[in-house]
């Protein structure tokens, strides 16, 4: 029995023509009446994260959702849970805030953040090639910064990469 192809639009796997409950299909949705998923950002191993705008407010928030074939797992959505109260615990100017967590009307749950304006560390080197020395010591005194806040508060970040440093101006 050979493989299905993986789908273009949610990179899982699913018979041609069946509904695709990938990230794609999430534009235009309202999360607990109040934001509504404008586009998608990025999508990682465990979530996929959209550009949400209150629906009063107009704010922009940053939204997480767990990844739909992962939300099956018990231990999984514990972890997912107890990222957010770890993030949503932590109060620094050198961590994106968490300010809600819930279920959607699917059941996908997720995690509401801040939404900064700026490019992850991995684009920017690769936009600009390396980095000046002076440069890259702010960068680093920045995170270091933040990782001091959470492991202060008993937080262990296990995915430090370029990709998960974000870069921007306050």
Do not use: W
């Not at 992962?70 to 514990?78: Q, W």
């Amino acid at each position: 029995m050979s493989a299905l192809p993986a789908c273009p639009t949610c990179h899982g796997q699913h018979p041609p023509g069946a509904p695709c409950s990938g990230p794609e299909t999430r534009i235009g949705e309202v999360v607990a009446d109040k934001y509504r998923l404008v586009r998608l950002l990025g999508q990682g191993g465990m979530g996929a994260v959209y550009e949400a705008q209150h629906t009063l407010l107009g704010r922009r928030f940053a939204i997480k959702f767990l990844l739909a074939e992962l939300a099956y797992s018990a231990d999984i959505l514990a972890r997912f849970r107890r990222e957010a109260q770890a993030a949503g615990s932590l109060e620094s100017e050198n961590i994106a805030a968490v300010t809600d967590f819930g279920h959607h009307a699917d059941g996908s749950p997720y995690i509401v953040m801040e939404y900064l304006v700026g490019e992850d560390l991995s684009r920017l080197i690769a936009r600009e090639g390396p980095l000046p020395v002076e440069r890259v010591v702010g960068i680093l005194i920045q995170a270091c910064r933040g990782l001091d806040a959470a492991h202060a508060a008993g937080v262990v970040h296990r995915d430090l990469k370029p990709e998960n440093l974000f870069i921007c101006r306050r």
